[in-house]
């Protein structure tokens, strides 16, 4: 399960860089510590939407995008993730490219009364059912 882990968090990343059009800023004073206490201290503001770990053993903020079939891959899978004891919390990424009608899906789910199922069915909405995935 180690390997599996290592690989999904290095694919998040991965996806989260891509999706979001990050450019190389110059270098600066901030520390990994201290961007991960920034971090901390403004999660609740993003107000993400969460899959508690029953055992929990790592926190994971994900960067989502709901037009994403990894993305999507994820949210599927994401009782195999939090049984291995990841808490996970999503915040989704606005792509300059994104529709309009997305934008608005995704609010809907921000405002939903049960968020978590909300944010299952709008990412299974774009989930291209035809791709195949190998088994992490």
Same mark, same amino acid.
Request: net charge positive; hydrophobic share 45%; aromatic share 12%.
């Given at each position: 399960?180690?390997?599996?882990?290592?690989?999904?968090?290095?694919?998040?990343?991965?996806?989260?860089?891509?999706?979001?059009?990050?450019?190389?800023?110059?270098?600066?004073?901030?520390?990994?510590?201290?961007?991960?206490?920034?971090?901390?201290?403004?999660?609740?503001?993003?107000?993400?939407?969460?899959?508690?770990?029953?055992?929990?053993?790592?926190?994971?903020?994900?960067?989502?995008?709901?037009?994403?079939?990894?993305?999507?891959?994820?949210?599927?899978?994401?009782?195999?993730? +939090?049984?291995?004891?990841?808490?996970?919390?999503?915040? +989704?990424?606005?792509?300059?490219?994104?529709?309009?009608?997305?934008?608005?899906?995704?609010?809907?789910?921000?405002?939903?009364?049960?968020?978590?199922?909300?944010?299952?069915?709008?990412?299974?909405?774009?989930?291209?059912?035809?791709?195949?995935?190998?088994?992490?």
């Amino acid at each position: 399960m180690r390997f599996s882990i290592k690989t999904f968090t290095a694919g998040i990343f991965t996806v989260a860089s891509f999706s979001s059009g990050v450019s190389a800023a110059p270098a600066s004073d901030v520390t990994p510590q201290m961007a991960y206490e920034d971090i901390s201290r403004s999660l609740a503001a993003l107000e993400p939407v969460t899959f508690q770990a029953k055992a929990e053993k790592h926190k994971l903020l994900v960067f989502v995008e709901n037009q994403c079939v990894y993305c999507s891959y994820v949210v599927k899978n994401i009782k195999k993730y +939090t049984d291995a004891g990841l808490t996970m919390s999503f915040v +989704t990424v606005v792509p300059s490219s994104i529709k309009d009608s997305v934008i608005e899906d995704m609010g809907r789910v921000w405002c939903a009364p049960d968020r978590q199922k909300s944010f299952q069915n709008a990412m299974a909405g774009f989930f291209a059912r035809q791709h195949q995935f190998r088994k992490m």
